[in-house]
């Protein structure tokens, strides 16, 4: 008989298949090491990287450490200390449970573990190398382990290209840790990265922590939730309705304190502010929900963060009753503080929100110059009509001083108003005529797709005039944000932000682009870095293109934005003055043409 087709597979070989599940990128071993530490009783944990974690991660703690038994033992797959029995799954109060993660990451790394108990004179030392072990022996270390994982995925090169840039990657790893250091306040956090301190978080009470991650600003943004309704306990922050914020920014959940996602409960929060903010703001909140862990279903996949809870329906109506609590508490308690925000007023809160630039219109742009001849076919299709429709006042715009063009321009497209009409419809969208047709224009698209070509036109010697603040502005930012913003600095500048380092984590802006006006400043840099990382993994974009996108996105008038007559033609004008009027920068279309022949169609049945 031939032999079976059906072989076992060797250990290291089974480890480096699951390290797939466990292990996908440097962030995910972050997670484990730090859980972890966190389950071994440290009040200390360092964290060291080198190359966002591609070449060094290191995770040095002082908890309890391991026996030289333990300290081999740990590396097998299914070693853990941490459960006996299957039932025990629903008890668990510890983060790790599974026993694979420490077999996963040494099957795809080169590993050393340093560890030592506090009733141990000496420290064990174990060498791994891609599942393989290498060396144990005693050496001298202070209480606690540390483990080293040196350049990730060696063995498996395949998964090493998928790898993001640093930046990202870094990313994915502040993420991580800041998941785990708001829930573990009595923990002091550091973390360094290629010999920088992006992190330093002693321990503190939760508002301390929150503070020393966000910036300090943030404490008068937020109310305390506290509820306690048996089933389930909830506590911590959300923000004031009046400081929803435009972008999706700290977010966070904690089931029996470890992060998770959950779609019905962030639906339960954003329903508690439904009629106290537009449908574009966000809260940030840090939520902790206590539950018997009886009552919930941590999905123990690995890398999932989802729960289930025997109740959902409850769990949903006291989240959101708890909120709705907490806002109408802050909204009272600023009152007894005769504060003149009214909260629920959603006047002010839209008035809070970022107001939009000037449109910003080219009075020079000539559409009967030589320039035009190399635009793509369509858009010259396109202008064509556009040209006919303005024909009469273009060739008036010679003029000399950038003001007195400005002058002439409105006044031409003052005097041609009668010529072409337009009106705003639904607050979203220009429709006006031309050739008997009938042109329907997104507003906020075409904005964006104007301000994304003036930026994206800009140069070492064609930049964007800085308007110097009066009063220099201070930005803070989260560790991740830091790193990005520093890199993008040269940039920035090209565009006519003048920013500056001004120590750890913040920077000072002394100007803004001359051609934006009114705006919050701090809004709006956090909208930008926001854009631009969601650019940066969706579409790998060069960064200039990237910067202009996201400024056009974050700075681009929006829905919901009523226009003056004179402003509507403004931006018809110049969308017709672009490159490409017809598509967004990420080719979503501008506008949409209804031919008077469908008219007619329609018109004869
Ligand atoms: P799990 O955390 O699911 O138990 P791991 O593979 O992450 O599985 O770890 C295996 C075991 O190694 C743990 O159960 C624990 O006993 C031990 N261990 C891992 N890291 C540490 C540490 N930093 N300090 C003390 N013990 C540790
Ligand atoms: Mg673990």
């Not at 597979?9 to 966190?38: T, Y």
């Not at 090493?160 to 573990?184: G, M, T, W």
């Not at 009886?294 to 109740?311: G, L, R, S």
């Not at 940039?491 to 802006?509: A, P, Q, R, Y």
Request: aromatic share 8%; glycine share 4%; proline share 3%.
């Amino acid at each position: 008989m031939e032999s079976g087709i059906i072989r076992v597979l060797p250990d290291h070989v089974a480890n480096k298949i699951a390290a797939g599940e466990v292990v996908q990128r440097p962030a995910s071993v972050v997670k484990e090491l730090m859980e972890n530490a966190i389950d071994a009783g440290a009040t200390q944990i360092k964290l060291i990287i080198k190359d966002a974690g591609k070449t060094l991660i290191q995770v040095i703690d002082n908890g309890k450490g391991m026996n030289p038994m333990d300290a081999r033992l740990c590396f097998e797959r299914h070693a853990t200390s941490k459960i006996l029995e299957a039932e025990d799954l629903f008890k668990l109060s510890t983060k790790g449970f599974r026993g694979e993660a420490l077999a996963s990451i040494a099957s795809v790394a080169q590993v050393e573990l340093k560890t030592k108990q506090s009733t141990s004179e000496t420290a064990i030392q174990i060498n791994i190398e891609g599942g393989k072990f290498i060396a144990q022996t005693e050496c001298q270390a202070p209480s606690g382990t540390s483990f080293t994982i040196k350049n990730l995925f060696f063995n498996i090169p395949a998964r090493r290209q998928f790898l993001k840039s640093d930046q990202i990657e870094l990313k994915h790893i502040i993420d991580e840790v800041e998941r785990l250091a708001i829930p573990h306040i009595n923990i002091h956090f550091i973390v360094q990265s290629n010999g920088n301190e992006l992190l330093n978080l002693p321990a503190s009470n939760l508002i301390g922590r929150i503070k020393s991650l966000v910036g300090s600003y943030i404490q008068k943004e937020l109310v305390p939730v506290n509820e306690d309704a048996g089933y389930i306990k909830i506590s911590g922050y959300v923000s004031l309705p009046q400081h929803c914020i435009k972008t999706k920014k700290e977010q966070y959940f904690f089931v029996n304190n470890r992060f998770v996602k959950q779609p019905f409960l962030n639906h339960a929060i954003y329903d508690a502010f439904k009629e106290l903010v537009s449908y574009q703001s966000h809260p940030r909140y840090f939520i902790f929900l206590e539950l018997n862990p009886a009552d919930i279903d941590i999905n123990i996949h690995p890398t999932k963060t989802e729960v289930k809870f025997t109740d959902d329906k409850t769990a949903y109506m006291l989240l959101n009753s708890a909120v709705k609590r907490a806002i109408a508490k802050g909204a009272a308690s600023a009152d007894l503080n005769f504060e003149s925000e009214q909260i629920f007023n959603t006047e002010g809160i839209e008035a809070k929100k970022l107001v939009a630039p000037t449109i910003s219109y080219n009075p020079s742009y000539n559409p009967f110059s030589e320039s035009r001849n190399s635009q793509p076919h369509h858009t010259k299709t396109n202008k064509e009509h556009w040209e006919k429709l303005f024909t009469g006042f273009t060739e008036q715009l010679a003029v000399e001083t950038p003001v007195e063009k400005e002058q002439t321009a409105l006044q031409s497209i003052e005097s041609e108003a009668r010529d072409f009409s337009v009106f705003q419809m639904n607050k979203k969208y220009i429709v006006t005529t031309y050739h008997q047709n009938i042109l329907i224009v997104d507003q906020q698209r075409a904005h964006e797709r104007i301000v994304y070509e003036h930026y994206l036109k800009t140069s070492l010697d064609n930049r964007i005039a800085s308007q110097q603040l009066l009063f220099a502005e201070q930005l803070e930012v989260s560790a991740g944000d830091f790193n990005l913003i520093q890199q993008l600095l040269p940039e920035f500048k090209i565009m006519g932000f003048d920013l500056e380092v001004f120590g750890k984590n913040s920077f000072v802006i002394n100007g803004i682009p001359s051609d934006l006006q009114e705006f919050n400043i701090q809004q709006t840099i956090d909208f930008i870095l926001e854009s631009y990382k969601i650019n940066t993994i969706d579409a790998k974009l060069e960064r200039h293109d990237n910067l202009s996108r996201a400024i056009s996105k974050s700075t681009s008038i929006k829905y919901g934005k009523v226009l003056q007559e004179i402003e509507m033609k403004q931006l018809l004008m110049a969308l017709f003055d672009c490159e490409n009027p017809l598509y967004t920068a990420n080719g979503k279309s501008i506008m949409m043409e209804i031919e008077n022949s469908e008219i007619e169609k329609f018109f004869k049945k």
